[in-house]
Each structure stands twice: as structure tokens, then as C-alpha cells.
């Protein structure tokens, strides 16, 4: 069955940053789709309404975010993001769309955006090393929602729905 990933889209300066981090610590031959913020995992792509309703859903203003740290995992590195705005967005979609959550995407949203992944311990470890020693907390700018179609590996644009500006 084919299946949506719902992202949250970044002003482009923005998302070009995580871009770069992505582009210089994860493993080339892994990175097979951009930096991203992923609000939901999985959604039937046969149900139209998960379409329709993103219409009225983001007919909000952009918002900024704070991004607070960089996380490390066993095997990689994500910048961690706070933002009450996303977390109320969050859930009024998971409301709006309760029949087709997956056990995952029922969870509380932990917003964050992978720069590294699938690496040693120890790479992981020597990066996030090197990542901090300069890290500030920055703000970043939500601009829409993306829904994208699972392909096995890269995904495919199926439509961006941005907030009112």
C-alpha cells in the first residue's frame, strides 16, 4: 500500500542549513532525501480526506522555532527543535486524522531534523564533538507542511501546503 510523509517545511535559508549539515555527516550513500522535520511517518495515500483537511489545517501563520541542542544517538546526530505552535499543530492533525495513525505517529511529536545516521558509535561520538563546540541555539522559521510519497528510499513531492504569511 502506498503510503504519505507529512514534513514540516522550513524558509529556504533555513532548510538550506540542514541541507549542508546532512550533506557533509551523513553517509553518502544512505542520504537519499533532503533534511526534513517528519510531523507524521506513515498515512494511507488512498484517503482523501488526509489531503483535503491539510487546506483548512494550515490556514495559520508561519512560526518560528528554537532550535536547543544537538542531540546524539548511538548512531547519529539530530538538532532538536522546540516550539509550542508546532506541538499545537501536531496535535490537531493527529485528531484530525485518529482512523489512520500508525502506533508512531499516535506518539507525542519530539521534533528534530537527522543530519547523521547509520555510523559508528565512534564517528557519531567525533561529530557531535565537533558540532558543539560552536553550537548556539538559533531560531528557524516554519513556513508550511510537505507531503510526500514513499518510494522505498527517495521520496517524491506530492504537495506543499504553506501557512499564511
Do not use: C
Not at 23 to 44: I, S
Not at 133 to 147: H, I, K, L, Q
Request: aromatic content about 12%.
Amino acid at each position: 500500500m502506498a503510503s504519505f510523509i507529512v514534513t514540516l517545511q522550513l524558509q529556504p535559508d533555513d532548510a538550506a542549513f540542514f541541507n549542508r549539515m546532512r550533506r557533509q555527516y551523513y553517509p553518502a550513500h544512505a542520504n537519499e532525501v533532503h533534511a526534513h522535520l517528519t510531523l507524521f511517518y506513515r498515512l494511507p495515500a488512498d484517503e482523501p480526506q488526509i489531503i483535503t483537511s491539510l487546506a483548512t489545517m494550515v490556514a495559520r501563520p508561519s512560526f518560528v522555532l528554537q532550535v536547543n541542542e544537538v542531540q546524539r544517538y548511538t548512531n547519529g546526530i539530530a538538532y532538536t527543535l522546540i516550539s509550542a505552535e508546532l506541538q499545537a499543530l501536531h496535535e490537531a492533525l493527529q485528531t484530525q486524522w485518529a482512523p489512520w495513525l500508525i502506533p508512531r505517529d499516535r506518539q507525542p511529536l519530539r521534533p528534530h531534523i537527522t543530519i547523521m545516521n547509520q555510523v559508528t558509535a565512534f564517528k557519531t561520538q567525533q561529530a557531535h564533538e565537533q558540532l558543539m563546540a560552536n553550537f548556539r541555539p538559533f531560531e528557524v522559521t516554519a513556513t508550511g507542511v510537505e507531503v510526500w510519497r514513499y518510494l522505498k528510499g527517495p521520496w517524491k513531492l506530492v504537495g506543499e501546503y504553506s501557512f499564511l504569511t
